[in-house]
């Protein structure tokens, strides 16, 4: 359950997927800067895509186990009822900027390991504890998307490690909701679900589940995990070293690592599905939206991403000096600036549509280069190899500029729908498919045949681009309101 569509995959062992289903839906922004999505539309959608992967009666009647994934660091309240007693406010949401500030200012980010921003779990919870106060006292529950989605499945409340450390609640290093937190800001701890593993089972799809969705009952439903997590196990990722970028309406870099990595205000930190592991996360807000935007706003004739890609193909690396500061969303890693805005820089008479949309290609890696750094800083174990995975990595003029920006060997995956894949690897880890993570991988992930090469020629021309990158940030935040 992603922030622009559900979908739903039916893999066998090998990772062959058999069939799927998918449904769209919209981000509501009832008032400047809030991003919000009703719960029944979402459960509406999951629904609709289950049905479109289970329609066959011969593949519905070979399902093993149910897996689940989905969009990070959102809320849902829940009254006594378990209704829904709002709309899901997501990660895209900036009204918290108040409570954000007060966060930043009580020692909170070294507790949980991440930086304190706009969109998570706590500080959204908050707000609506001084903003909406009747529906705070009425909450019983407060969940993360997708293990809504999971408590319709199968009625089991309940959430992730994964997921849990991206609330800003959960205390890293002693594994848990993090009580002096929860005694400060006065949140009832009943609010908060259990933290279970990835792949341990919560329970079995109902009779009712059954009559929505077409998914037999009696079906056994992991606990899950996010989509970032889950998206790179559906890469192949699970040892440390293994780096990961994902381009899709947002973007993220991604460094496994096997130890609790020294806490940097400017990367978050999340288990990784394996319990014992940890992911070094440069969570950017500006991927496929930026290419969204120019497609709406800018040049409206291009039906598709891939169209536009062509087009970009005309200009040559650099984009003959052009350079985007590509925040149309605000920035989180590495600035963590909400009121971080877009630029467009060194525009002339000369440059050319090919020009504006390949220099917004090239920011979205940029971006990636710019973690890359601070991975560095605080020495991230990251191997030379980088596996690309979302959208983005359809295209491969794209693939090519992130071998060419990076300097570094860029490979895939076959097929598509990682974060599914991913989910689906370890509901078979769950019923006792695959023995373990490492093993539905092996099984499960095979790579293209082709390698992406850093092309020498092209390394100056991006060292130059990305130079002017960091400067524009640089030197203009100041200017950011």
């Not at 549509?353 to 890359?372: G, L, T």
Request: charged share 20%.
């Amino acid at each position: 359950m992603g922030t622009s569509s559900a979908k739903a995959v039916v893999m066998d062992e090998r990772g062959n997927i058999i069939s799927s289903g998918k449904s769209a839906y919209d981000i509501a922004i009832p008032h400047a800067g809030y991003a919000e999505q009703e719960c029944e539309m979402l459960w509406r959608a999951v629904c609709e895509a289950i049905r479109g992967a289970v329609r066959e009666t011969s593949v519905k009647k070979r399902i093993r186990a149910v897996g689940i994934t989905g969009q990070m660091h959102g809320i849902v309240l829940l009254d006594k009822e378990k209704k829904p007693l709002r709309p899901v406010i997501i990660w895209a949401d900036k009204r918290s900027r108040k409570q954000v500030e007060m966060l930043k200012n009580c020692g909170l980010e070294t507790r949980v390991g991440n930086p304190v921003s706009t969109g998570i779990f706590l500080p959204s919870l908050l707000w609506v504890k001084e903003n909406e106060p009747e529906l705070f006292e009425k909450a019983v529950c407060a969940m993360l998307p997708k293990d809504y989605i999971r408590c319709l499945l199968c009625g089991a409340p309940g959430t992730d490690y994964s997921d849990a450390t991206g609330t800003l609640l959960f205390h890293l290093k002693e594994g848990g909701w993090d009580r002096e937190m929860i005694e400060k800001y006065h949140i009832k701890e009943s609010l908060l679900p259990e933290c279970h593993d990835s792949c341990e089972i919560a329970g079995e799809t109902s009779t009712a589940c059954e009559e929505i969705t077409g998914l037999p009952a009696g079906l056994p439903v992991v606990y899950g995990g996010g989509d970032t997590p889950m998206q790179i196990v559906g890469n192949g990722i699970v040892k440390s070293g293994q780096l990961n970028t994902n381009i899709g309406t947002a973007n993220q870099i991604n460094c496994v690592c096997d130890f609790l990595p020294k806490f940097d205000a400017r990367v978050n930190l999340f288990h990784h599905i394996p319990q014992n592991g940890w992911i070094g996360v440069g969570a950017g807000l500006n991927g496929g939206i930026l290419m969204k935007w120019l497609q709406n706003n800018v040049f409206t004739g291009y039906q598709s991403f891939s169209q536009m890609s062509g087009v970009a193909a005309e200009s040559p690396a650099g984009a003959n000096g052009l350079v985007w500061l590509p925040f149309l969303n605000g920035e989180r890693s590495p600035y963590m600036d909400e009121n971080a805005k877009a630029i467009l820089f060194g525009m002339s008479l000369a440059h050319t549509r090919e020009d504006i949309i390949r220099a917004a290609m090239e920011s979205v890696v940029f971006s990636f280069r710019d973690c890359m750094r601070v991975f560095e800083e605080i020495h991230l174990p990251m191997q030379e190899e980088v596996i690309a995975s979302g959208g983005g990595s359809k295209s491969t003029l794209w693939l090519q500029m992130q071998a060419d920006i990076l300097q570094r060997p860029i490979r895939v995956t076959k097929g598509d729908e990682e974060a599914c894949k991913g989910a689906a690897i370890a509901a078979g880890v769950g019923c006792g498919v695959y023995a373990s993570l490492e093993e539905g991988c092996r099984a499960a992930v095979r790579f293209g045949d082709r390698m992406y090469e850093p092309q020498v020629k092209n390394k100056e021309v991006y060292d130059k681009a990305f130079g002017i990158y960091l400067e524009l940030y640089q030197n203009n935040k100041t200017l950011f309101v």
